[in-house]
């Protein structure tokens, strides 16, 4: 052995003790038997057995192989979990590593840019602060000249009298001093001109009103959106490193005539939303404070469920799990039903709520506005807690329009937040953070004659965006970058609230025809 120690040819050697050679078997010792050598596997005890062990009646009856054909099927499971270490499951590992890694380095630049950008933002501020100083203290000079030149003017004409009546006064002393009679009845009496005293000018001065920095300036600046880390034991899969929020779902392309499936005839008047429960079953609101499930092959009433307050819901959602949840603009609240049993979820303060979803993680979106209607935000909850605000864009101008009017929420496949706003006649689409990605201002088909007026919004599996364009009776498609698709028309009157179900079919709350329609519109 020696020259396999010293050559080179050692490199490719693998040099074992006699007793791990491979050219015999090492049968093990038995644990019951030490004198005894294990040359039979017993199945049912999942254990190698001596001659003694099968003698002793232990294993009667039990099925026994022989050791080696045993060891033989256990060498080829562990080749192939060795095979799969090597080839597939270790690389994996290295990728994912790779993957956090790259992770790591985007996210400490991506730190750095929002950073970088507060910080520009700072000395942007910094810069029209000093404009803004720069003319108050222009505007208080002009003021001040503008009220000098007024007094000093005043000061010329009362010290020009003043030299007058100097004069007046010599003029007088001498007349009451000379013998000259002529003289005397030559002075003129004017005393009676003074007698009527110089106004008073009173400057008003202008008064500096500070505002509020402490209240103020964070509405000013500007303020972060709340970060947030979140774990899918489903994100890396043995093909890929590639990190999704769902598994992509198959490709579907659009009908070139949607279809009509059914129609759900409730006689509910003013039919405002529409929520899918299952493929079987679909949520209403009225404008009452009931809450109606239908069966929408039957098209028969299976449920109604009554508001806690007894106020009309302003909008209605289903969670993950199956259950109810409305908004109550009046009561201030969010609300589910968990086995018809109300129970309050969130009391809000100073806002009331409008829209509401239920999102792919578990948390609900809200959309609410301020008591004076004059500001909007969406806000994420998980349960009762309040994890993330979004009401700014990054010029710290409001991403909603203010005003009461119909406002209503939805989350995309790819978990941007989709806001549909009748007032700005819009569709404002953010991403997961809160940053602005676009605004769809509408495409008006050429017969129609109404603007855009967006109600009801939702998505479907390839992430299009529909909402219901009420005056002009048709649903617009839209992708998810805001790009127009197409519309569908399918005959509707006054389309209002939208939804769809787990196999892409779309159903419309017609308000005034107290009709819901189930819509195909996608291969």
Same mark, same amino acid.
Request: net charge neutral; proline share 3%; charged share 25%.
């Given at each position: 052995?020696?020259?396999?120690?010293?050559?080179?040819?050692?490199i490719?050697?693998?040099?074992?003790?006699?007793?791990?050679?491979?050219?015999?078997?090492?049968?093990?010792?038995?644990?019951?038997?030490?004198?005894?050598r294990?040359?039979?596997?017993?199945?049912?005890?999942?254990?190698?057995?001596?001659?003694?062990?099968?003698?002793s009646?232990?294993?009667?009856?039990?099925? @026994?192989?022989? $050791?080696?054909?045993?060891l +033989? %099927?256990?060498?080829?499971?562990?080749i192939?979990?060795?095979? !799969?270490? #090597?080839?597939t499951?270790?690389?994996?590992?290295?990728?994912i590593?790779?993957?956090?890694?790259?992770?790591?380095?985007?996210l400490?630049?991506?730190?750095?840019?929002?950073?970088?950008a507060?910080?520009?933002?700072?000395?942007?501020?910094?810069?029209?602060?000093?404009?803004?100083?720069?003319?108050?203290?222009?505007?208080?000079?002009?003021?001040?000249?503008?009220? @000098?030149?007024? $007094?000093?003017?005043?000061? +010329? %004409?009362?010290?020009?009298?003043?030299?007058?009546?100097?004069e !007046?006064? #010599?003029?007088?002393?001498?007349?009451?001093d000379?013998?000259?009679l002529?003289?005397?009845?030559?002075?003129?009496?004017?005393?009676?001109?003074?007698?009527?005293?110089?106004?008073?000018?009173i400057?008003?001065?202008?008064?500096f009103?500070?505002?509020k920095?402490?209240?103020?300036?964070h509405?000013?600046?500007?303020?972060?959106s709340?970060?947030?880390?979140?774990?899918?034991?489903?994100?890396?899969?043995?093909?890929?490193?590639?990190?999704?929020?769902?598994?992509?779902?198959?490709?579907?392309?659009?009908l070139d005539?949607?279809?009509?499936?059914?129609?759900i005839?409730?006689?509910?008047?003013?039919?405002?939303?529409?929520?899918?429960?299952?493929?079987?079953?679909?949520?209403?609101?009225?404008?009452?404070?009931?809450?109606?499930?239908?069966?929408?092959?039957?098209?028969?009433?299976l449920k109604?469920?009554?508001?806690k307050?007894?106020?009309?819901?302003?909008?209605?959602?289903?969670?993950k799990?199956?259950?109810?949840?409305y908004?109550?603009?009046?009561?201030?609240?969010?609300?589910?039903?968990?086995?018809?049993r109300?129970?309050?979820?969130?009391?809000?303060?100073?806002?009331?709520?409008?829209?509401?979803c239920?999102?792919?993680s578990?948390?609900?979106?809200?959309?609410?506005i301020?008591?004076?209607?004059?500001?909007?935000?969406?806000?994420?909850?998980?349960?009762?807690?309040?994890k993330?605000?979004?009401?700014f864009d990054?010029?710290c101008?409001?991403?909603?329009?203010s005003?009461?009017?119909?406002k209503?929420?939805?989350?995309?496949?790819?978990?941007?937040i989709?806001?549909?706003e009748?007032?700005?006649?819009?569709?404002?689409?953010?991403?997961?953070?809160g940053?602005?990605r676009?605004?769809?201002?509408?495409?008006?088909?050429s017969?129609?004659?109404?603007?855009?007026?967006?109600?009801g919004?939702?998505?479907?599996?390839?992430?299009?965006?529909l909402?219901?364009?009420?005056?002009?009776?048709?649903v617009h498609?839209?992708d998810?970058?805001?790009?127009?698709?197409?519309?569908?028309?399918?005959?509707?009157?006054?389309?209002?609230?939208?939804?769809t179900?787990?196999?892409?079919?779309?159903?419309?709350?017609?308000?005034?025809?107290?009709?819901v329609?189930?819509?195909?519109?996608?291969?």
């Amino acid at each position: 052995m020696g020259e396999h120690m010293v050559s080179d040819q050692s490199i490719n050697h693998k040099v074992v003790g006699i007793q791990a050679r491979k050219c015999t078997s090492l049968y093990p010792g038995c644990t019951y038997h030490s004198k005894e050598r294990c040359k039979m596997f017993c199945k049912q005890c999942d254990t190698p057995v001596c001659i003694s062990c099968i003698e002793s009646n232990q294993h009667l009856g039990h099925e @026994l192989s022989k $050791l080696l054909r045993v060891l +033989d %099927e256990r060498k080829d499971m562990i080749i192939k979990e060795r095979d !799969e270490l #090597n080839d597939t499951i270790y690389p994996t590992y290295q990728d994912i590593a790779s993957d956090v890694q790259n992770r790591m380095s985007q996210l400490q630049k991506e730190y750095d840019d929002l950073s970088t950008a507060i910080t520009k933002h700072g000395e942007d501020c910094h810069r029209e602060i000093d404009k803004l100083v720069k003319k108050l203290k222009a505007e208080v000079d002009e003021m001040k000249n503008t009220q @000098l030149q007024t $007094l000093q003017k005043h000061l +010329d %004409e009362i010290n020009n009298k003043l030299s007058n009546m100097k004069e !007046e006064m #010599n003029s007088l002393e001498i007349a009451i001093d000379t013998n000259d009679l002529s003289k005397l009845f030559s002075v003129t009496l004017n005393v009676h001109t003074y007698r009527n005293l110089p106004i008073k000018i009173i400057p008003s001065l202008p008064k500096f009103i500070p505002g509020k920095i402490q209240e103020e300036l964070h509405k000013f600046f500007g303020a972060l959106s709340s970060s947030s880390l979140t774990s899918d034991k489903h994100g890396y899969s043995m093909n890929t490193t590639q990190r999704s929020p769902k598994s992509s779902p198959p490709v579907k392309q659009l009908l070139d005539e949607p279809e009509t499936v059914t129609t759900i005839n409730t006689g509910l008047e003013s039919l405002y939303s529409v929520v899918s429960l299952s493929n079987e079953e679909i949520w209403t609101r009225v404008y009452s404070k009931t809450m109606k499930l239908y069966s929408i092959n039957q098209g028969s009433l299976l449920k109604s469920i009554t508001t806690k307050s007894g106020n009309r819901p302003y909008d209605i959602a289903v969670t993950k799990s199956g259950d109810l949840v409305y908004t109550d603009y009046d009561d201030r609240t969010v609300n589910i039903v968990k086995n018809e049993r109300i129970e309050e979820v969130i009391r809000l303060q100073n806002w009331k709520p409008k829209g509401v979803c239920s999102t792919s993680s578990g948390d609900l979106l809200v959309i609410m506005i301020s008591d004076d209607n004059k500001q909007t935000k969406v806000v994420r909850y998980s349960g009762s807690t309040e994890k993330q605000t979004i009401q700014f864009d990054d010029k710290c101008k409001p991403l909603y329009s203010s005003g009461s009017d119909n406002k209503y929420v939805t989350e995309n496949r790819n978990l941007d937040i989709c806001v549909s706003e009748r007032g700005a006649k819009a569709v404002v689409v953010v991403n997961q953070k809160g940053k602005l990605r676009f605004r769809y201002t509408g495409h008006t088909p050429s017969s129609k004659n109404h603007s855009f007026s967006p109600k009801g919004i939702t998505t479907d599996s390839q992430s299009h965006i529909l909402t219901a364009d009420y005056f002009n009776h048709c649903v617009h498609i839209i992708d998810q970058d805001g790009q127009f698709l197409r519309y569908i028309d399918c005959g509707l009157n006054f389309p209002w609230g939208l939804c769809t179900d787990t196999n892409d079919n779309l159903f419309v709350a017609e308000c005034v025809y107290k009709q819901v329609m189930k819509i195909k519109y996608l291969q």
